[in-house]
């Protein structure tokens, strides 16, 4: 599953992100690999010049940043695009398109935009963009995942409410499509007359919360989009396809980032260049020094260690198994580094299979976890037992620890009413054996060989599991879809706010395992708006420990970053949480 205070599953080495995203694989690629390294010249300074060549696990699904979801994508749509804030190297948030005033009473945030900056197309960045980007993540059509991050601006929660009451009505068959459609419409337009967000001038924008809402900053790392390239047209804007999912007639991605939108070979690779114009150059006038960058599709890590090995490109994950071996190869630099994921088994709630705690409990005691560890991680890592990350100040390492336990494992399950009544080793109730299907993204070969380990443990409790391989993206599209699988081995990038609303929200977008617990609700809620770090750790606290005994998830593990750079890659590298 970014680091974004929304939340999205990652696939292989992310960028410094301020949302949450799905992973393909754990851990993130640093950041100036990317976009500052450089061949040097004779006199030892930095030259302008040359590709980089990273390679991916997972090819993207849309470069449009109020619509990504995954780290594949986020990887390549954080180059082309800017938000008004982004994070450092040290998880800090600071300006990046603008800077900010903040009112006495915290409610009223005044961004002034950065002088001279373009568009990739040449046009002025105005307030006007940024303007449009937050209304179309809060408009009617729009069919991403972040609007909840947005509804503490003044007028936002009761327009998101509205959009639920009137698709009440059209599912109680009480008005049809069309006039849902209009009223959504009407009240949209109620909420762009409102003061949750006002353009002062063509440099200035004004947001406005109706209360405190600690995540507001990292929420305004959000990627600006340009009102101009979609003509105005907040469905546009805000549609999956067309909307910089490149579809036959979608629109070219164009942004103010540092690398220009260059081509996409679905499959294949992904092509990004050198934007010459580039407004945040440095002190010599010449970053981003990279060429080109070009991102490798490569569905399988052995291949993706080959290629680096071999020079074929110049930055890719290294597995566990061949962290060692890396090290001893000439040509590249290996790094490693704790990061803000994890690795987890989700069950599906609405499945009678896993709707008693007890069930999920003892699934948990019957998983090695430290063999996991161990075996698979090669000791990269640790074993996990909450939501969070140990990189992440709001972690709490205090939390129910199912500790691997068959015997407690068989006797819950016997609690629940599991039994082997034909002596076939697999356990059945009411007629029904327990067997499901654990699904992971291909590939990966940690996950892989943790699916087939879980495998084994629940073999030895009489619980069949089957693994299934698919292809990230279409796993990622299809839990966003909210597609009840049985369970999936996936993983978080969290954000640097640990904002966690998303993810364990009663039918929240990312809550794909439908978990609901109305304390869990509150906490996430307060926490959303303590204006105190303390109070907010104590409660993001209370969550995991919940979380914990709730067993929505079997949490595996907190894996490190395991990267490999090849040496003619120069500059400021270094592994951080970021």
Known sequence: MGTRSRRRLSTTLALVLVAVLLAACGGGGPQQAASEAAPTSEAGGPQVGGTFVWGELADATNFNPILVADTASGDVSGMIFNGLLKVDDKL??????????VSDDGLTYTFHLKDGVTWHDGQPLTADDVAFTFQAILSPKYQGVRASDYDHLVGA???????????????????????????????????????????????????????????????????????????????AAGDMKNGFGLAADGLKPIGTGPYEFVEWAHGDHITVKRNPNYFDSGPDGKRPYIDQIVYRIIPDQNTIEAALESGDIDMGGIQPQSFDHMKQVESINVLEYPTLSYTWMAFQ???????????????????????????IELGHGQVAWTHGSPASWEYNPDVPKCEYDPAKAKDLL???????????????????????????????????????????????????????????????????????????????????????????????????????NPQVDEWLKEARTATDQATRKDLYGKVEVQLAE????????????????????????EGTPA
């Open 414 to 516: 016997a609690q629940a009413g599991w039994s082997d009544t034909d002596g076939d080793g697999i356990l059945d109730k009411g007629g029904q054996k327990f067997s499901f299907v654990i699904e992971t993204n291909t590939g990966n070969k940690v996950r892989e060989q943790a699916a087939t380990l879980i495998q084994a443990n629940l073999k030895a409790v009489g619980i069949d599991a089957q693994p299934k391989l698919v292809d990230f993206s279409t796993l990622v599209q299809e839990l966003l879809a909210k597609a009840e699988k049985d369970a999936v081995i996936l993983g978080w990038q969290l954000g640097v706010d640990p904002d966690s609303w998303s993810i364990w929200g009663t039918d929240q977008d990312f809550n794909f395992v439908n978990y609901s």
């Open 349 to 375: 709630l609405k499945n009678p299979l896993f709707s008693d705690v007890r069930v999920r409990q003892a699934i948990c005691y019957a998983i090695d976890k430290e063999s996991m560890v161990k075996n």
């Open 157 to 235: 929660s009761e327009l998101l409410q509205k959009y639920s009451d009137i698709d009440a009505q059209v599912n109680d068959k009480k008005i049809d499509q069309a006039t849902a459609d209009q009223q959504k419409e009407a009240a949209f337009q109620e909420f762009l007359n409102g003061d949750g967000i006002k353009v002062l001038d063509d440099h200035t924008i004004q947001f406005k919360l109706s209360g405190a809402f600690a995540p507001f900053l990292a929420n305004m790392t959000m990627g600006i989009i340009p009102k101009h390239v979609f003509n105005g047209d907040y469905a």
């Open 92 to 101: 800090q948030i600071v300006p990046d398109l603008a800077t900010y005033d």
């Open 550 to 573: 709730d067993q929505p998830y079997v949490f595996l593990f907190y894996p490190n970053a395991l990267v490999g750079i090849n040496k003619r890659v120069q500059g400021p590298i």
